[in-house]
């Protein structure tokens, strides 16, 4: 079987794609035949070395990725040969809140699923829906579950209020599906205007250029009466617009607090003087979450939004693909 593995870091020359001997399950592990996987920042943040929980050398790279069990152990309960499943990011995370015991994740501490078969304990996975084809239910253990937690958390907005998304990437995009599904109205904000219309026809009510309409905090505000529920991904470069667009008592939920040369969020106090917005934090979510999300997704028949698909042995040009910043949702790569 191919896997691929970081051996090193810095940039994509440190995947390593290699030919290595099946592993038997262990009695509680199943194995999976993993037909798509998928990326998110963090895979590059992992790839260069800055993220915040180290990487283990030699690590299979990417958390998110489905498949069909093929192996199961003797003691395995959860799953049998045939089914679908995806990993869960913090795998040993189940449900409630996580701790420092918990902190393990699928393509970081963990083996992940950049490889033609991954091994898992049976309790880091969770059942996939059956509308989804392999590249679509490749794309929501990371990025799905934030984003379903960004809208339904905490302060689940009400049908009718109003959500802001920035950016065309895999949480934004997810972001925006949600909180249409839950009835919202949602404000979109792309420094491309030429992805106004994909955002509309995803369910956007209102699209804004950030290039157009730099300081769209304002613009925002005013058109909407403030934001109920700002889903926070841009970072040190949005968080001052996304505070000026909240409401009196709007939810920020602040998923990165830099950008990629180290430049920190700055809370303008001119600003947070003249609100009692509440800022939250998240760290993607538990299996629960998972769960949870996926009732949703098979419920609603919810459809991922896949930007492009590379073959497994192109997996380095995925990475630099997705590197490059220019996506509109999730960069797949076929393993199949
Ligand atoms: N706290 C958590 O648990 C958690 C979990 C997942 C992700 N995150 C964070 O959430 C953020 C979003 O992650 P993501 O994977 O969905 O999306 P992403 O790949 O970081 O975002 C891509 C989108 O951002 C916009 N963008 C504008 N300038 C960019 C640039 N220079 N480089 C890259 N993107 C640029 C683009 O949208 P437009 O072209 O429309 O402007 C692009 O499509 C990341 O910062 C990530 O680290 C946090």
Redesign the pocket.
């Known amino acids: 079987m191919r896997s691929y593995r970081l051996e090193g870091f810095g940039g994509t020359e440190s995947l390593a794609m290699r030919d290595e001997a099946r592993t038997e399950p262990k009695p509680h592990e199943i194995v999976v035949r993993v037909r798509a996987a998928s990326l998110?920042?963090?895979d590059t943040m992992i790839l260069g070395g800055t993220y915040p929980l180290p990487a283990r050398q030699g690590i299979v790279p990417l958390s998110d990725g489905a498949g069909d069990v093929v192996a199961i152990g003797d003691a395995v309960t959860r799953f049998a040969v045939g089914d679908r499943v995806t990993g869960s990011y913090f795998a040993r995370w189940i449900d409630g809140r996580i701790n420092a015991g918990l902190i393990d994740q699928l393509g970081c501490t963990l083996d992940g699923m950049l490889t033609e078969f991954a091994v898992l304990d049976e309790q880091w996975a969770a059942r996939l829906p059956d509308h989804l084809s392999w590249h679509e239910a490749a794309t929501l253990t990371?990025?799905g579950v934030?984003a379903w937690n960004a809208v339904t958390g905490t302060r689940i907005p009400k049908p009718g209020q109003w959500v802001l998304t920035i950016?065309?990437?895999?949480?934004?995009l997810f972001a925006l599906q949600f909180a249409k599904l839950l009835g919202c109205r949602v404000v979109a904000i792309?420094?491309?205007a030429e992805?106004a219309e994909r955002l509309r026809a995803l369910g956007a009510d209102l699209v804004v250029s950030?290039t157009d309409i730099p300081e769209w905090g304002g613009w925002a505000r005013e058109q909407t009466g403030g934001i109920d529920l700002v889903v926070e991904?841009g970072?040190p470069a949005t968080f001052a617009q996304s505070l000026i667009a909240s409401t009196l008592y709007g939810h920020i939920v602040l998923?990165?607090l830099q950008d990629?040369s180290g430049r920190s969020i700055e809370m303008p106090a001119a600003l947070y003087q003249r609100s009692l917005a509440t800022i939250s934090?998240?760290?993607?979510g538990s299996r629960s979450n998972l769960e949870a999300m996926l009732r949703a997704v098979s419920q609603h028949r919810l459809k991922p939004v896949v930007d492009r698909v590379f073959p497994f042995a192109e997996a380095p040009e995925a990475y630099r693909h997705?590197q490059q910043?220019?996506?509109?949702g999730k960069v797949v790569i076929d393993c199949a």
């Open positions: 998110n920042r963090r990371c990025a934030t950016g065309s990437g895999g949480v934004s792309t420094s491309r992805k950030s991904t970072g998923l990165t990629a934090r998240l760290f993607v997705f910043g220019d996506v509109f």
